[in-house]
C-alpha cells in the first residue's frame, strides 16, 4: 500500500465529534469528488465517486447521522486502471436543501440554482472546521508522493475557483500552498517536507506523520553521511594530487642540480617525501629530527616547488 493510501487509511477513520466538522468534511468531500446530475422537472441528483471502499462507507455515515438518510451505493469495476472497484453514491433526487447546506449549490429568491464553486466561509467559520475541511478534501482529491522519494502533497481538481479558495484555506494555516493547471486540471500543492508535517498534523495523520519525520531523519542521516564521504574524498584527492606534484617536482630538483645541493632542511623533506609518497604532512613532520610541524613541512614543500618552477623556467 502506497504512503498516500496509509495517510487515507488513518484518515478515514477519524469520525468528528461536533456536528460542523461532519459537515465541513462532507462538504469538502462532495466538492472534491461529487457531480451534479440534471434530471427533469428542474431537478437536480448528485452522485460521489471512489474507489475507496472506506471513503465511501464514511459518506454513507455522515448522510444518515447528519441528514437522514441512506445513500444507495452503486459498486462498479474499473477496468481502465488497476481493475479496482468504484464506488458510487447516488443520493437521490430532490436534495437542493442538502446540496445547499453543504455549500455546493445556491438557491436564489425565485428557486434558481447555481452551482458554488469555491468553499463556503460559514461552512470552515471554526477553527476546527478548516482542519476537517483539509481532512475531507485530502480524502476527496488528495494524494502524497512516497516521502523516500520526494516530498509533495497534492490536491487536483478540474475547477480554478475552487482550487484557489483550496489554496487561501491552506495558507491560513502558512502552508505555502501553490497552484498550477496541468492536463485541464488545476493542482493545489506542497513541496517542503515541513509544510507537509504541519498539514499532516492538521488533518490528524498523527500515525503518518511520525513516519513521515521518521524518514526525514532517515534521510538527513545519510545525506549528512554522504556529505561527509565526499568532502573525505575531495580532501583525499587534494592530497594525493598534492603528494604527486610534490613528487615530481623533487624529482625534476634531483635530476637538474641534485638534491645535494638543497639546504639541509629542505634536503631532508624532499628525502623523506620520496620515500613516503602517501604519508599526510602531519606524519612527515613527526619523520623529521627535530619534529615539526604540518605548517612547517608544507612551508618546505613550497619552497621545493618554487625551485623546480625557477628551474623549468630557466630551462625553456
Not at 53 to 73: D, S, T, V
Not at 274 to 295: F, R, T, V, Y
Amino acid at each position: 500500500m502506497s504512503f498516500s493510501m496509509n495517510v487515507k487509511e488513518e484518515l478515514v477513520r477519524i469520525v468528528p465529534e461536533k456536528t460542523c466538522c461532519i459537515k465541513a468534511e462532507l462538504s469538502a468531500l462532495l466538492h472534491c469528488s461529487g457531480s451534479i446530475v440534471l434530471l427533469g422537472n428542474m431537478n437536480i441528483g448528485f452522485n460521489i465517486n471512489t474507489e475507496n471502499a472506506a471513503i465511501a462507507r464514511l459518506l454513507f455515515i455522515f448522510f444518515k447521522e447528519q441528514y437522514g438518510i441512506k445513500a444507495k451505493i452503486i459498486v462498479t469495476k474499473n477496468h481502465h486502471l488497476n481493475k479496482n472497484n468504484n464506488y458510487t453514491l447516488n443520493l437521490g433526487t430532490d436534495k437542493k436543501d442538502i446540496l445547499s447546506d453543504l455549500g455546493i449549490i445556491k438557491i436564489g429568491e425565485t428557486g434558481n440554482t447555481d452551482i458554488s464553486y469555491s468553499i463556503d466561509k460559514d461552512i470552515i467559520r471554526r477553527n476546527c472546521c478548516k482542519r476537517a475541511y483539509i481532512r475531507g478534501a485530502f480524502l476527496g482529491c488528495g494524494s502524497l508522493t512516497d516521502p523516500e522519494k520526494n516530498y509533495h502533497m497534492e490536491f487536483v481538481t478540474d475547477n480554478l475557483s475552487y482550487a484557489t479558495s483550496l489554496k487561501h484555506l491552506l495558507n491560513h494555516y502558512g502552508l505555502g500552498a501553490k497552484t498550477i493547471e496541468r492536463k485541464n486540471h488545476y493542482v493545489v500543492y506542497l513541496k517542503e517536507g515541513d509544510k507537509i508535517s504541519d498539514a499532516l498534523k492538521l488533518m490528524g495523520a498523527f500515525q503518518s506523520l511520525l513516519s513521515l519525520e521518521n524518514i526525514r531523519a532517515f534521510k538527513e542521516i545519510r545525506n549528512n553521511i554522504n556529505r561527509l564521504v565526499n568532502c573525505e574524498t575531495a580532501n583525499l584527492d587534494k592530497t594525493v594530487n598534492a603528494a604527486v606534484r610534490q613528487r615530481e617536482n623533487i624529482n625534476y630538483i634531483k635530476e637538474k642540480m641534485g638534491l645535494e645541493h638543497l639546504p639541509e632542511g629542505l634536503r631532508e623533506v624532499a628525502r623523506l617525501r620520496l620515500e613516503h609518497e602517501n604519508a599526510s604532512l602531519k606524519e612527515l613532520g613527526e619523520m623529521m629530527i627535530p619534529k615539526i610541524g604540518k605548517s612547517g613541512i608544507n612551508h618546505r614543500l613550497r619552497k621545493l616547488d618554487e625551485i623546480a618552477e625557477a628551474l623549468r623556467s630557466r630551462d625553456v
